[in-house]
C-alpha cells in the first residue's frame, strides 16, 4: 500500500528534476560539451536513486523493520513550536502566502545586481604566461627576454616549474587554451606550475605588476587557467569595417579609453603595430641588359634570404623540412643588402647596380573576421576583477568620452560577454519544450491543474531564495550557479510533491480540517528536514574548501535548500487550504459514481440470481 502510495508522486518529483537538467545536456557547442558531464552525472543519480528507493529499499524495510522499532529522533519542543506556527499560518492562508513571497521576490531582485562570470577561474597549480615584443623583434630578442623574465620569476619560492616556448604556442597543457602563434618570432608562451592552486592565484597578481614595473617596454600578460570556451581576452572589441587606416584610426581611440579604465592592465589591438619593410625599385632596362627578367630576381632574392627546401628529414613521427640559405642573411643590414650579387645571365652584378632599396613601414598583419577586415582590441583586466564589470566601465567611459563609430565601422563585443551569451542562447534553446515535459509530469503524478500550479510556484520560490543566498556569498552568477539552482528546484519540488500528496490522502484534510492538515504535514517533516540536514551536511566541505568553481554550487545549493524547506512548510499547506475545495468536491463526486457502480452491479447481480 505505502508503494503505491508513493511511486507515482516520487516518479512526477524524479522526472520533474530530471527535466531540469536536459536543457544542459542537449545544450550543443563547446559549452555544452564541459557541462553536459555534469547534468548527465546528476541524471544518472536521480534516476538510480528513484530506482533503488523503491525496488531495493522499500522492500528491505518491509522486511526488516518492525514496528515496534524506534522512528528516530523526536523533538517535541520543535514539534510543538512548528505545529503552533502552522496553525496561526492556516487562520490566514492567503495573507501568509503573499507574505512568504518577499524573501523568493527580494532573491531575484538581488540576483539581478549580480555580477555575472559564467565561467570560473580553475583552481589550478598552473599559471599562463604569454610575452608580446615589438612586431619587429627577432627570435633572438623574444629568447632574451623569456631569460630576462625567467631570473625575475625564479625568485619566487612558490614557482616549482617554468617551461618557455618561444616562437610558438605552447602545446594545449589546459583544454581551452588557444592555439595558432606557430613561426610568431616575437611572441612565447611560458607555462608557470606553482605548488598549490592558492600560490597559484596570489601569484598572479604579484608577477603582473612585478614584470610590468621591472620590463615596462614587454608586454607580458600572467593569466589564470579559467573554464569555458576559449577566448582571446576577457574583454574584446572588434571594430569591422572596409578601410584599415580608419579603423586603426578608431582603434588607437578606443585603446586610449581603455587604457586609462579603471582595472584595466594591458590593451592590444591587432592593426596597431608596424615593421619596416625593404622596397625594390628594378630598373627594368638594366636588368634586361643584364640577361635576366623581373621574375627572374624576384625568384633569386626569395631562394637568397629565405632559402630553398632540398629534402627532409624524418624525426621520430614527424618530418622537418631541410632549408638551404645563405648563412647570416636574416642578419644583413639594408645598405648591406644593396652589395648583394646577383647571378645574372651575363655575370654576377650587385643589387645595387639593377634596383633602388627603400626602407618603409608597412602593416604587420590585416586581421579578418568573416572575409571583414576587423580590428580586434583586446582589453587585459586585472585578476580578480570580472570581465562584466570592466566591459560596463569602458561603455561608460566611451559614452562619457562622446566616442562615436564612423560610416562604415561596426563594432562587435567578445571575449567572456559573447561566450556567455552564446551559451545562453544555446542553454535557452530547448526551455520550452522541457517546461511542457514538466507540466505533463507533474499532471501525471497530481491529476490536478491547480497542484501542478502550486509545485511550480515553489520552484520559482526556490530559484529566488537560491539567488538570494548567493548574493550575500559575494560570488559572481556564473553556470555552476545555475546548476546549483536545477538541483534546489528538484529538492524543493520533492518536498512539495511529497507534503501534497500526504494531504490528499488525509480525507479530513481535503475536508479543511486544520488539525488534520498540520497533523499530516507534521508527518512529511521528519523526511523534509532529513533530506535537508544531509544535502547541507554533504555540501559543507565544497563550502570550506575554498576557490571559484564550487563555492557558488554549494552555497546555492545548501542556502537555498534551508530557505526553501522552511518556506514549503508553511506555503504548501496554506495553498493547499485555499485551493482543495475543487479538490473534494471532485473526491465527493468520485466516490458518488464508485457507490452508484457498485449500486449497479448489485442489481444485477440481483437480476442474474432471479
Known sequence: RTFRHLWVPLLGSTLTTVLAFMPMVLMPGPAGEFIGGISLAVIGSLIGSWLISLFIIAPLAGRWLSPTQSHGLELPVLGRIFSRTLGWVLRAPRLTMLLIFVLPVLGFIQGAKLPEQFF????????????YLPASAGIESTLEATRRLSDVMNKQEDIIGLNWFVGSSAPSFYYNLKQGKDGAQNYAQAMITTTDYRAANRLVSVLQREIDSAFPEYQALVRRLEQGPPADAPVELRLMGSSVEQLK???????????????????????SEVVPKVWLQVDPVKTRVGGAAPTDLSAKLQADLNGIQRGSLLEAT???PVRVRVEGISAVAVDELDLLPMNLAKGPRPLMAIADTELRPAQAQITRRDGQRVNKVEVYIRDGVLPSVVLGRLRQAMDSEGFALPAGVQIQIGGESENRDKALSKLLSSVSLIVVLMVVAVLMAFNSLRFTLVIFVVAGQAAGLGMLSLSFSGFPFGFTSIVALMGLIGLAVNAAIIILTELKANPRAMAADREAIIASVGECTRHITSTTITTVAGLLPLILGGGGFWPPFAIVLAGGTVLATILSLYFVPAAFLVLRKP????????????????????????????
Do not use: C, Y
Open 249 to 271: 584610426d578608431v582603434g588607437e581611440k578606443l585603446r586610449r579609453i581603455a587604457l586609462a579604465t579603471e582595472d584595466v592592465v594591458h590593451v592590444r589591438d591587432s592593426l
Open 318 to 320: 614527424e618530418q622537418l
Open 583 to 610: 479538490f473534494l468536491l471532485t473526491l465527493l463526486q468520485r466516490n458518488s459514481n464508485a457507490d452508484k457502480r457498485e449500486s449497479d452491479e448489485e442489481q444485477q447481480a440481483l437480476v442474474v440470481n432471479q
Open 120 to 131: 570560473p577561474v580553475s583552481d589550478r597549480d598552473m599559471l599562463n604566461m604569454e610575452l
